[in-house]
């Protein structure tokens, strides 16, 4: 069954500080792996799409990691803000299809 | 200015009743999706279209319904055999579905909540 995992489910940090996401799927064929920011009551906002040849994609303080053997990806935020506070959502694409994680949901506090 | 619209942003239904969410896009996108998000769990896809005049079932479309007459337009109806319809509905659109360069957006999202 095509499946996409995100750990940890929640998470609080302090603002300044660095942070990483995971997401682990099972999902065949692989086409891209996108990750998506979403703020609480909003739709989602892509962050990076990553296809099977990239290892990292930066977009700004986010940095996005592939590992196609592994099928593991990971979300880097590093020097957090307050404005960072959102559910962060991976997303596998075969063919037409999308599958969504379940989100992490991010507090970064003051 | 270019995006994906979606209204009311909040809508109330009494047991019973149909009710029918707009989604708007003024990006030339062929590809509207519709998916339901609830507490914990990933976005399910309900339905979506390729082309004006063409929709496809997802995974959860018992209980809706939707229509693709013009390409800008992709509005669902939550009828009265979804049994379990409060949620969050979010509607996104894509030049073509799936490839790499293929980027989706979202619109804000309508709650519904029956009552």
């Known amino acids: 069954k095509n499946q996409v995992e995100q750990s940890p489910q929640s998470l609080i940090i302090l603002e300044g500080k660095n942070c990483t996401l995971q997401?682990?799927?099972?999902?065949?064929?692989?086409?891209?792996l996108r990750w998506y920011k979403q703020d609480t009551g909003r739709g989602p906002v892509s962050l990076t799409i990553m296809t099977f040849s990239e290892n990292t994609k930066s977009n700004g303080r986010y940095t996005a990691t592939l590992d196609a053997d592994t099928k593991q990806s990971s979300l880097h935020i590093t020097a957090s803000q307050l404005s960072d506070s959102a559910s962060y959502i991976c997303?596998?694409?075969?063919?037409?299809?999308?599958?969504f994680g379940p989100g992490t949901r991010l507090s970064v506090l003051p | 200015d270019g995006g994906i619209t979606q209204s009311p942003k909040y809508l109330f239904r009494k047991e019973g009743q149909n009710v029918t969410l707009s989604c708007e896009q003024n990006?030339?996108?062929?590809?509207m999706y519709w998916y339901r998000q609830d507490p914990g769990q990933g976005l399910r896809l309900i339905y979506y279209?390729?082309?004006?005049?063409?929709?496809q079932k997802g995974d959860i479309a018992e209980g809706y319904s939707v229509s693709r007459e013009k390409k800008e337009s992709f509005p669902l109806t939550v009828t009265s055999a979804q049994k379990n319809p409060t949620a969050f509905y979010l509607c996104a659109s894509s030049k073509r579905t799936g490839g790499r360069s293929t980027e989706a957006f979202f619109g804000q999202g309508t709650r519904l909540t029956v009552v």
């Open positions: 279209s390729q082309i004006v005049n063409d929709f």
């Open positions: 990006l030339n996108h062929d590809a």
């Open positions: 997401c682990n799927y099972t999902v065949s064929p692989f086409s891209n």
């Open positions: 997303v596998v694409v075969y063919g037409q299809n999308f599958v």
